[in-house]
């Protein structure tokens, strides 16, 4: 089992990023996004069940993040919109077997390799 992220970089505030993050072995019912800065916990992003009419966000990233996936593909996207130097961070790739959205970062089933993404003002 394997999640393969990409997508980071860097970007001026109020851009805009597109992370991918592919799976492969097997399918699973929750994927989601969590990001990490040095010296701080990581920290929940978006989460997004199979048939993705269930989406969270935390309250940092509502309104402009949004998270999809392709099920045919078995990869969930992140689209990150008006974004602010404080978005700087590693995003990592997560993945749940269970019926649960993956929220909890001591959780996980599998993460993916991180991406950075860097905002600069």
């Known amino acids: 089992v394997q999640l393969q992220a990409s997508g980071g970089g860097l970007v001026q505030a109020g851009g805009s990023l597109r992370l991918s993050c592919a799976a492969s072995?097997?399918?699973?019912?929750?994927m989601g996004w969590f990001r990490q800065v040095p010296g701080k916990e990581r920290e929940f992003v978006a989460g997004?069940?199979?048939?993705?009419?269930?989406?969270l966000y935390s309250d940092s990233v509502k309104g402009r993040f949004s998270i999809s996936r392709v099920n045919a593909e078995n990869t969930v996207y992140l689209q990150m919109n008006s974004l602010k130097p404080e978005d700087t961070a590693v995003y990592y790739c997560?993945?749940?077997?269970?019926?649960?959205?993956?929220?909890?970062?001591?959780?996980?089933?599998?993460w993916g390799q991180g991406t950075q993404v860097t905002v600069s003002s």
């Open positions: 997560a993945a749940e077997t269970s019926y649960v959205l993956p929220t909890n970062p001591n959780g996980i089933d599998y």
């Open positions: 997004i069940s199979w048939s993705g009419s269930n989406a």
């Open positions: 072995g097997r399918t699973f019912y929750g």
